[in-house]
C-alpha cells in the first residue's frame, strides 16, 4: 500500500497528464483488488449506517416503504460522504475541497451500492413488508448489503485504477 501511495504521489505532480492515455494506464496497473475491497467496505460501512437508521426511522415513524427507503438512501449517501469527509477533514483540507473530494471519491461508489443494496430489497419476496423484529428484514438486509458490496468492488478497482474515487481521498492520507 505504501509503495501505491509513493506512486499516486508521484502522478500528483503531473496533473496535466489526467487525459492522456499512458498515464491512466500506469495507474490501471496499480489498482489491487484489495485496495478497491478496502475503498468499498468504506463505503459499505456508511451506507449500512444509513439504510439501518433510515428503516429504523422510518418503521418507528409509520411511513410506507417508498418513504423509508427514500430517507434510507439519503441517509447512506449523507454517512458515506460523513466518514470520508470525516478522514479528509482530519488530514488538515479545508471543508470546502473536503466536500469536493468527498462527492467525487463516493458519489458513483455509493449510488452503484444503494442500486444493488435497494434493488434486491426490493425484489425479494416478502422484504419489503418485513418487521424489524423479523429474521427475514435482518437477513435480507445482510444479504442485499453482501450482494451490494461484491457488484461494487470492481466499480471502485475499475475507479481508483483511473486516478478517480478513493485514489483521490488517498492523497491526503500521507
Not at 500528483?12 to 492515455?21: R, S, T
Not at 458519489?107 to 423479523?134: C, F, K, Q, R, Y
Request: proline fraction near 2%.
Amino acid at each position: 500500500m505504501e509503495q501505491a501511495h509513493a506512486d499516486h504521489g508521484h502522478h500528483q505532480h503531473h496533473g496535466g497528464h489526467d487525459g492522456h492515455g499512458h498515464d491512466a494506464a500506469d495507474r490501471a496497473g496499480k489498482a489491487s483488488w484489495a485496495m478497491a475491497a478496502r475503498a468499498t467496505l468504506h463505503c459499505l460501512t456508511g451506507c449500512a449506517i444509513g439504510e439501518v437508521l433510515g428503516m429504523v426511522i422510518g418503521t418507528a415513524l409509520g411511513w410506507g416503504n417508498v418513504s423509508t427507503m427514500i430517507l434510507a438512501i439519503v441517509l447512506a449517501f449523507f454517512f458515506g460522504y460523513a466518514l470520508t469527509l470525516r478522514g479528509i477533514l482530519s488530514a488538515g483540507v479545508d471543508l470546502r475541497t473536503a466536500i469536493r473530494v468527498a462527492l467525487a471519491a463516493d458519489t458513483l461508489s455509493i449510488a452503484v451500492m444503494e442500486l444493488i443494496d435497494n434493488g434486491v430489497i426490493a425484489l425479494w419476496p416478502g422484504a419489503m413488508d418485513a418487521h424489524l423484529s423479523e429474521p427475514l428484514f435482518w437477513a435480507v438486509l445482510a444479504i442485499s448489503l453482501g450482494v451490494a458490496f461484491v457488484v461494487t468492488v470492481p466499480v471502485n478497482k475499475w475507479m481508483i485504477g483511473r486516478g478517480k474515487g478513493h485514489a483521490v481521498v488517498h492523497q491526503y492520507h500521507h
